[in-house]
């Protein structure tokens, strides 16, 4: 026999959330990015610089709009990644910076072509003892956000401007909040700014993966929500 969970469970969600100290020296995009990359930059918080703004978002991730959406994303991605032998995927938690784009922030995932790294579009930025990397510096090929609802405003609409400054070649925006739709947009660099692909009976095209994708939500055990990235061939 399974106990229930009593309410009660509820109340520790109600936890403090620990304060965050951020140097005078993090004011500039170089100290912004020296404290990102030292041992002194809290690891379990998101804190990005979009221009001159400083973002520190505490808020936990949400199991069913935010964590299964990436773990599905992920499971996908880095086997497609992989079989192409198109670079190098990296998940949550790694630094990108971008000087002229005044971006430093860690993407939801991350694309590294080969390309990107034999034309030194991008590199490495070592740690203090120069044995491991602590950020990477330069245009990444594409990236991934999803929305929470603390986010919206930054991945919708600064890391959208901030992306296309960077370089980046692809952006894919998530939106799996409601419960009725998960929305998947595809993003691509027009002359201006990033031009969402058309959606056609649930898919999206992807130029740069030569592939079509649509995101996929179904119930389970009927609590709980499971995704599936499904890939397809490019429409001709």
């Not at 951020?22 to 004011?27: K, T, V």
């Not at 910076?97 to 034309?119: G, T």
């Not at 510096?137 to 594409?142: P, R, V, Y």
């Not at 929470?148 to 992306?163: A, G, I, N």
Request: charged share 25%; aromatic share 8%.
């Amino acid at each position: 026999m399974i106990a229930e969970v009593p309410n009660t469970v509820s109340k520790l969600c109600a936890i403090e959330l620990p304060a965050v100290s951020i140097p005078q020296s993090a004011l500039t995009f170089r100290g912004f990015c020296q404290w990102a990359c030292s041992d002194a930059f809290p690891e379990k918080t998101k804190i990005c610089l979009i221009g001159k703004e400083i973002i520190v978002d505490m808020n936990p991730e949400k199991a069913d709009s935010h964590v299964s959406v990436k773990q599905a994303i992920y499971r996908t991605m880095s086997q497609l990644i992989e079989e192409q032998d198109m670079g190098l995927f990296f998940p949550d938690g790694l630094l990108i910076v971008h000087e002229a784009a005044e971006l430093s922030n860690m993407p939801d995932a991350s694309l590294i072509s080969r390309e990107s790294i034999r034309d030194g579009r991008i590199k490495r930025i070592p740690d203090e003892f120069g044995d491991d990397c602590s950020a990477l510096e330069g245009s990444a090929d594409w990236v991934l956000e999803i929305i929470s609802q603390s986010s919206v405003q930054k991945d919708t609409v600064l890391l959208r401007q901030k992306y296309f400054r960077a370089g980046v070649v692809e952006y894919w925006i998530v939106d799996a909040r409601k419960t009725d739709q998960t929305d998947l947009q595809i993003l691509v660099r027009g002359k201006r700014g990033f031009v969402a692909q058309p959606r056609v009976g649930g898919w999206s095209n992807s130029p740069l993966f030569g592939r079509r994708f649509s995101l996929q939500r179904r119930t389970y055990e009927g609590d709980f929500w499971r995704f599936e990235l499904l890939v397809a061939s490019s429409a001709r």
